[in-house]
């Protein structure tokens, strides 16, 4: 119950610090968390000649360093630097802390058919049907790594169908402007990467359903695809998808901030 209420208290204490003393809505991105997915010893998915954790550190990093040369207004936070394995709760939980106003989530994917490939970009949501609560099990596993994850996850099961009814408790009070910057990425993998898009998706996933701002997690191809595995260990590849996110959230940035 406590990880219910605590993240809609969080997400009210925000919205009413949004407002300045003339009661208008004052929009500023200031802090932005970077996640790279897994490391240490949870190497996640893996293809024939790289895992996973490598991949979203090194792709991260570059995401970093992309903003901080082109938005020095922006403070940069990255979960984790190094081959280290932060715990899943730990994640959302720095982003909190700091009053971080967005935090994307960097990983790539695995499938048992090596055809598919392709980005796709998650938000918080209840549709765990087919991929999507495929995706969700084994990001959310990650817990089972942890010492004492059951009494830290409170009971929290992420194999079993039954213990996602508890995000069906309470939405995001974010997920609008997580879809928009969901979708400003998947347009720019398409149109500005040359990446196949799979599009904008949601699945209950815990790193997400604990974060106080709006949050996404991409998945920036399938390891499991031969050719797009070589093309996410390329380094020029990792520049240009960190660019990618990079043009996103420049323009989820004045997109809001224009509203002022």
Request: negative net charge.
């Amino acid at each position: 119950m406590r990880n219910i209420v605590l993240p809609i208290c969080i997400s009210l204490l925000l919205v009413l610090g949004s407002f300045n003393t003339t009661g208008v809505v004052s929009y500023k991105i200031r802090k932005v968390v970077i996640d790279p997915g897994h490391g240490g010893k949870d190497p996640g998915t893996h293809g024939k000649i790289s895992k996973e954790k490598d991949v979203a550190l090194s792709v991260s990093h570059e995401l970093a360093r992309i903003i901080k040369e082109n938005l020095p207004d922006v403070e940069v936070f990255m979960t984790r630097a190094d081959d280290s394995f932060p715990s899943l709760e730990s994640r959302p939980k720095l982003a909190n802390k700091i009053d971080a106003d967005l935090f994307i989530s960097i990983h790539a994917n695995w499938v048992s058919n090596p055809n598919i490939h392709g980005t796709e970009t998650y938000v918080m949501g209840v549709q765990n049907t087919g991929r999507n609560f495929e995706v969700a099990k084994r990001e959310n596993s990650v817990m089972l790594l942890e010492e004492n994850y059951e009494e830290k996850y409170d009971g929290f099961d992420p194999t079993s169908p039954e213990s996602y009814i508890l995000f069906s408790l309470t939405q995001s009070a974010f997920q609008e402007r997580s879809i928009r910057l969901a979708s400003l990425i998947e347009d720019q993998f398409k149109t500005r990467v040359g990446r196949r898009s799979r599009g904008v998706k949601q699945s209950s996933l815990w790193v997400l359903w604990n974060t106080a701002m709006p949050s996404v997690l991409v998945e920036l191809g399938y390891l499991s695809n031969e050719k797009e595995e070589k093309d996410l260990n390329d380094p020029l590849n990792q520049v240009y998808l960190a660019s990618g996110i990079f043009r996103a959230f420049r323009d989820y940035k004045q997109e809001l901030e224009s509203m002022n």
